[in-house]
Nanobody, 119 residues
Framework: QVQLVESGGGSVQDGGSLRLSCVASGRTDCMAWFRQAPGKEREKIAV???????AYSTSVKGRFTISLDNTKKGLTLQMNSLKREDTAMYYCAAGFDCNSNSPARWNYWGQGTQVTVSS
């Protein structure tokens, strides 16, 4: 069992930046960030594997950067140029089916951290 602990959410104005962190208690093949806005499904926005390969959703590409530290257990999401539509609960996930966008295919989850962007 891998436990994930997130930190770094908060409130920011439109155009601002936030940095989310997630620390895992064990290693998996890949880690990802998902987000879920009220009334919407949980969506994968960024993923990184232990070789450092990354992928992003079109909604955040060019604005968000995912990274993994040398221990392969410390995950970060740098979020720049934030927009109101980025407002959501953000979740760290870890697992082995790195290409899957389905939350059901990801094995471990953090508790979530709220990001609110206001104008």
């Amino acid at each position: 069992q891998v436990q994930l602990v997130e930190s770094g959410g908060g409130s920011v104005q439109d155009g601002g930046s936030l940095r989310l962190s997630c620390v895992a208690s064990g290693r998996t093949d890949c880690m990802a960030w998902f987000r879920q806005a009220p009334g919407k499904e949980r969506e994968k926005i960024a993923v990184i594997d232990t070789d450092g390969r990354t992928a992003y959703s079109t909604s955040v590409k060019g604005r968000f950067t995912i990274s993994l530290d040398n221990t392969k257990k410390g995950l970060t999401l740098q979020m720049n140029s934030l927009k109101r539509e980025d407002t959501a609960m953000y979740y760290c996930a870890a697992g082995f089916d790195c290409n899957s966008n389905s939350p059901a295919r990801w094995n471990y989850w953090g508790q979530g951290t709220q990001v609110t962007v206001s104008s």
